[in-house]
């Protein structure tokens, strides 16, 4: 079956440092791949996405590349800031529906 | 604006009752999914509809119940049957259940044994 497996958190930086969450999959067929953004006592939201190997998502200085060879798809950002402090989570969307199957979520945590 | 409303925010279930979680939208979406989030566990698909009258199990259906009678509305009953209710529940919808689509969540419902 599918899974995603993250990086324990919780990850600790100070702002302006450089951020890398790893995550790595496990899939049957060829899956689109997602990071998702949950703040403090809300929903999920989308942060990036890639449909193919390759293909490097990006959004709010957040980027993530989809390597077909080492089933990853490691979340970076190059300068954190404070307001970035939440929970992270990988996912990925196989065989055509959207049940996404999601990692355990890392929690990042930005000090000034 | 158009999103989620998912009510209440906290809620309370007493020993062998049945509580009834509510997520609304008005997205148009066709497909409306419940995921159950624990701590350090991540989210696990509990039911998720593809269309209005049908719906399908997740991975973790047993001791949950929907119902998708309008396209706007699919409610989560956690029955008594469900040994270990506490969690949080998140809500979602897409526009249909293809695989790249984006997933809109709710605030999610923080329920609670008392």
């Known amino acids: 079956g599918n899974s995603v497996t993250q990086m324990e958190g919780p990850v600790t930086l100070s702002e302006e440092a450089f951020l890398t969450i790893n995550c790595t999959y496990t899939?049957?067929?060829?899956?689109?791949l997602f990071w998702y953004v949950q703040y403090p006592g809300e929903g999920l939201q989308l942060l990036l996405k890639?449909?193919?190997?390759?293909d490097k998502g990006s959004n709010k200085g957040f980027e993530a590349t989809y390597r077909k060879e080492t089933t990853s798809f490691h979340l970076e950002k190059g300068s954190v800031q404070v307001s970035d402090s939440a929970v992270y989570f990988c996912?990925?969307?196989?065989?055509?529906?959207?049940?996404?199957?999601f990692g355990k979520g890392t929690m990042l945590l930005v000090s000034p | 604006d158009g999103g989620i409303t998912q009510s209440p925010k906290y809620l309370f279930r007493k020993e062998g009752q049945n509580v009834t979680l509510s997520c609304e939208q008005n997205?148009?979406?066709?497909?409306m999914y419940w995921y159950r989030q624990d701590p350090g566990q991540g989210l696990r698909l509990i039911y998720y509809?593809?269309?209005?009258?049908?719906?399908q199990k997740g991975d973790i259906a047993e001791g949950y119940s929907v119902s998708r009678e309008k396209k706007e509305s699919f409610p989560l009953t956690v029955t008594s049957a469900q040994k270990n209710p506490t969690a949080f529940y998140l809500c979602?919808?897409?526009?249909?259940?293809?695989?790249?689509?984006?997933?809109?969540f709710g605030s999610g419902t923080q329920l609670s044994v008392l």
């Open positions: 979602a919808s897409s526009v249909s259940t293809g695989t790249n689509e984006k997933l809109f």
């Open positions: 899939a049957t067929g060829y899956p689109s």
């Open positions: 890639a449909t193919k190997a390759d």
């Open positions: 996912a990925l969307s196989d065989s055509g529906y959207s049940t996404l199957t």
């Open positions: 997205l148009n979406h066709d497909a």
């Open positions: 509809s593809q269309i209005v009258n049908d719906f």
